[in-house]
Nanobody, 118 residues
Framework: QVQLVESGGGLVQPGGSLRLSCATS????????MGWYRQAPGKERELVAT???????NYADSAKGRFTISREMAKKMVYLQMNSLKPEDTAVYYC????????????WGQGTQVTVSS
């Protein structure tokens, strides 16, 4: 059973930074893509950033230039460095791991709250 555990959320002022971490129970290489999604109150869950097995990254327009996704294979960790945070970044952030299949197999963490407020 795949387990993903997020950490690093919290309350930060606008313009501040946070680094989210996602610990995986299995080898990161066993997943085709890993990523971060977020869900704000009353809104649907949306993609923030992904990193593929070959280390190709993809960002939502709202995250480009401010957020960076990275990973440490040996530690089985995926990170999301978030800079220049805005109030509209407030959401629960979820770690995702996907294995290609028909249909794709998606695994989710429990989420970590990020609140950007003065």
């Amino acid at each position: 059973q795949v387990q993903l555990v997020e950490s690093g959320g919290g309350l930060v002022q606008p313009g501040g930074s946070l680094r989210l971490s996602c610990a995986t129970s299995g080898s990161i290489y066993s997943f085709n893509v890993m990523g971060w999604y977020r869900q704000a109150p009353g809104k649907e869950r949306e993609l923030v950033a992904t990193i593929s097995r070959s280390e190709l990254t993809n960002y939502a327009d709202s995250a480009k230039g401010r957020f960076t996704i990275s990973r440490e294979m040996a530690k089985k960790m995926v990170y999301l460095q978030m800079n220049s945070l805005k109030p509209e970044d407030t959401a629960v952030y979820y770690c995702n791991a996907r294995r290609d299949a028909s249909p794709p197999l998606d695994y989710w963490g429990q989420g970590t709250q990020v609140t950007v407020s003065s």
